[in-house]
């Protein structure tokens, strides 16, 4: 694999590269992304279960509308994912991140200031869920390539399991609390804990020092070609495209069941939104104890076999969803979500840890966002299969084929060289040892 330079790699700060005693929680500028996602998360969260509820409950749209809404929350990044890489390699990574945790809050407000108003319409929720979505694409390319040079290459699991799993728990916390927020002001005015938590995220990333100088502007600079660079670099690696095709499977079929099952628990079985809440923090739960462990067993196991077979154990949990029943079968469905979250978090540690590690400086950006690009544009087409599926045969064998389809997804990295791969290749500067360019 050739390297590519046509960026000029940013420099990594002086605390990056030296890791502190005490690890990543001695790192100030760390800390701060840290303090600001965890809240920020949190709202995510609300937002999650408020929007489909806000759809059902509220404007009273149909399985079609409720699938379309969940399409229209991560359309974005099969619309702008290609370019965003480029045009997020121009700027400075924290820029980014503080501009478009701002453009979030400002159309999440928007819905409960309609509800007050009394004009909130299925057309504001898509044009909500495309606006936040465009700019989650360009906050979460900045996202993962800002943690590099702030950290350092040697502290990414480190860094990405903290971040995960603080994660994971809002994920616990978030959705019951929004069930019972939801319960108590309704869901529209729920989201505004969302928005809130973004303005806070931002608060708390203007507030890290480290600032990198600006990139170099190229005079031949060319978006189609630095575009074409970031899919070379993907496409070309075995192991990337096998991650690539693992994941945009998995999200393929995750997205049609999640098009589909807050249509089941609320409209279907009657379910309270708080009891929603619950189930699906148990996926959290999970996520949390892949989180904590992931750094352990990819030093115990390797990288390689802890990525597919954690994908393998996420399959089989899928089967709860189409036969959920009121009364103790909602118990079983809340262990196969606890299972989902572990193994999905396990993975993507695991992936998304050796993905910045073998990838030069320069072209964070751009792998970053083809990954997004490859991976999360199944997410909309996902969500319109699920709804397509459940208006026309129903929600339940909707259910049935995600999961069937979700069960194979771990084949692209089984039948790979990941399969063997206790140590991963990464990326070294050049004239380096064991430079990846041989990987």
């Known amino acids: 694999m050739s390297r590519v330079t046509d960026t000029e790699p940013a420099p990594e700060s002086a605390a990056a590269a030296r890791p502190r005693r005490g690890g990543l929680w001695w790192h100030l500028e760390f800390r701060r992304l840290w303090i600001g996602e965890t809240v920020s998360q949190f709202g995510t969260m609300v937002s999650q279960l408020a929007l489909p509820l806000v759809a059902i409950l509220v404007v009273h749209a149909t399985t079609l509308e409720v699938g379309l809404l969940s399409a229209g929350q991560t359309a974005p990044f099969l619309i702008v994912g290609l370019p965003a890489g480029a045009w997020v390699e121009r700027m400075r990574f924290r820029s980014v991140l503080i501009v478009n945790d701002l453009v979030r809050a400002a159309a999440l407000g928007s819905i409960p200031l309609a509800r007050l108003l009394g004009v909130l319409t299925i057309g504001q929720l898509y044009l909500v869920a495309l606006i936040a979505g465009v700019a989650t694409v360009f906050f ?7 943690l590099p040079q702030l950290v350092g290459r040697a502290q990414l699991v480190a860094g990405n399991s903290a971040l995960q799993a ?20 309704t869901a529209p005015y729920a989201v505004l804990a969302d928005a809130l938590s973004f303005l806070w995220s931002a608060a708390w990333v ?13 005079p031949d600079r060319n978006l189609a070609r630095e575009i074409r ?3 070379r670099f993907v496409l070309g690696n075995p192991l990337l495209r096998a991650i690539a095709m693992c994941t945009g499977s998995s999200n393929l079929f995750s997205a049609t069941s999640q098009a589909v099952f807050y249509v089941l628990l609320a409209r279907d079985l009657h379910v309270r939104p708080g009891v929603i809440g619950l189930i699906t923090s148990a996926a959290a739960v999970g996520g949390l104890a892949g989180a904590l462990a992931a750094s352990k067993l990819a030093a115990r196991f390797g990288q390689g076999p802890v990525i597919w077979v954690s994908m393998l154990a996420v399959g089989p949990c899928g089967f709860a969803a189409p036969f959920a029943q009121r009364g103790w079968l909602l118990g079983l469905l809340a262990v196969a979500e606890a299972g989902v979250g572990g193994g999905s978090v396990l993975y993507n540690i695991t992936q998304v840890s050796f993905r910045q590690g073998l990838c030069p400086p320069g072209l964070l950006g751009r792998m970053n966002a083809t990954m997004r690009f490859l991976v999360w544009g199944t997410l909309p087409l996902g969500g319109v299969i699920g709804g397509v599926l459940g208006t026309l045969i129903g929600v339940r064998p909707t259910l049935l084929v995600a999961a069937a389809g979700g069960a194979l997804a771990f084949l692209p990295v089984f039948l790979s060289p990941l399969r063997r791969q206790r140590e991963l290749p990464s990326y070294s500067a050049p004239g380096d040892a064991g430079d990846c360019a041989a990987a």
Do not use: H, M, N, W
């Open 229 to 231: 660079a970031g899919l």
């Open 206 to 218: 203007s507030a890290i020092r480290a600032r990198p100088p600006r990139p170099e502007r190229k």
């Open 166 to 185: 603080s994660e994971s728990v809002s994920q616990i916390t978030g959705p019951s609390a929004a069930g019972f927020l939801i319960q108590a002001l």
């Open 140 to 146: 979460d390319v900045a996202y993962q390539s800002y």
